[in-house]
């Protein structure tokens, strides 16, 4: 009888390290799947290019961009209004410094993809935007060959721009987007390739705006321009229906009543006090000053407690641009937007929203 349990335990005892031995098995294998297979295959990659680049610059081959690299440089903005064009410029430089730079020219070509998505990621199928990229349309880019282009040793730099813009009589909606994929790759006297991709989503339609700054300026200028060409009813009258447009050679005839039952754009400023201090002398802010579409900031200062705005709703006419000044707490500091060398959000986040 003990031989017997004696034999069971030994048995269960085998099972048990059968079992262990696959499960740390399979452990090991997943570590070495996801963590150690993937950091090789990296570093190898990362080791293949220190090498190749130390190559190419040991022969005074430089072949470099502000917007591409060999990683797929990755920008994004998120503030396109859709009624004007966008443009992107992509500089290309043989240089390594100011001192060394190639003594050849450097021959490269461009390709790219562009495509258009919904706000839920589906892919629009209809042709929706006209464009083009290094003075090349759509219909004379060859996708084979590329945009043939070079670096010419004399002054080492070059340049291209893609632009795009939303068709006649074509829409898109809000938070849908723009994929655009552009590959620069050298051709002689070595090749290598660079990458980048740029992702500009729709986020106010109808509206647009810049802040124009400079580096010592005690203040900044916030422009809103609404592309808009018409009103939108809010209350019934005469024949109008609430929803119903109104063209603006329409709505200049109405009455100040009427006009008053109408908007064609309201927008609202979110602003930091503690960075901008908005001039409370400007229209938009003298408008609204006792209503509901100004909030206030508590600051401190000097032990006393004081209301500071920092944010503002207010109607904007259609085909109509604002200019709303701040004063900067840090003059020293440039609050520009968009810059085409920079990817920092706006000191004045500016959007459209309802009544």
Request: aromatic fraction near 14%.
């Amino acid at each position: 009888m003990k031989k017997a349990k004696t034999r069971i335990r030994r048995k269960n005892g085998g099972i048990k390290k059968l079992l262990f031995f696959f499960i740390l098995l399979f452990i090991v294998l997943q570590v070495f799947f996801r963590i150690i297979l993937p950091a090789s295959i990296t570093f190898s990659r990362y080791v293949y290019r220190a090498i190749r680049n130390y190559y190419f610059n040991s022969k005074a081959f430089y072949f470099n961009s502000d917007r591409l690299s060999e990683d797929t440089a990755v920008y994004e903005a998120d503030n396109w209004s859709g009624a004007e064009p966008y443009a992107v410029t992509i500089n290309m430089n043989s240089r390594k410094n100011i001192e060394e730079v190639s003594k050849v020219n450097i021959n490269y070509t461009i390709k790219y993809t562009c495509q258009v998505f919904k706000a839920n990621g589906e892919e629009y199928t209809e042709d929706v935007l006209d464009f083009s990229i290094a003075d090349t349309t759509e219909e004379q880019y060859n996708e084979e060959e590329g945009i043939k282009k070079t670096i010419f040793a004399e002054n080492n730099i070059s340049s291209f721009y893609f632009e795009f813009s939303i068709k006649n009589n074509k829409k898109l909606e809000n938070d849908d987007y723009v994929f655009v994929t552009v590959t620069a790759q050298a051709t002689s006297p070595y090749k290598k390739t660079l990458k980048g991709t740029f992702k500009v989503t729709i986020g106010n339609p109808g509206m647009s705006y810049q802040i124009e700054d400079e580096a010592y300026n005690p203040y900044l200028n916030v422009i809103v321009t609404n592309t808009l060409n018409y009103y939108t009813v809010d209350q019934a009258f005469d024949s109008y229906e609430v929803g119903n447009m109104i063209n603006v050679s329409d709505y200049i005839k109405l009455s100040d009543e009427n006009k008053a039952k109408c908007h064609s754009m309201f927008i609202l400023l979110e602003f930091d006090p503690e960075e901008v201090v908005l001039d409370t002398t400007s229209l938009a802010y003298l408008e609204n000053r006792d209503t509901d579409n100004v909030d206030y900031k508590q600051i401190d200062s000097s032990g006393n407690q004081y209301n500071y705005v920092n944010s503002i709703k207010f109607a904007i006419e259609a085909e109509e641009s604002r200019v709303i000044k701040f004063y900067k707490k840090i003059a020293a500091n440039d609050y520009t937007y968009p810059k085409s060398d920079s990817t920092e959000l706006p000191k004045v986040k500016v959007s459209v929203v309802e009544n």
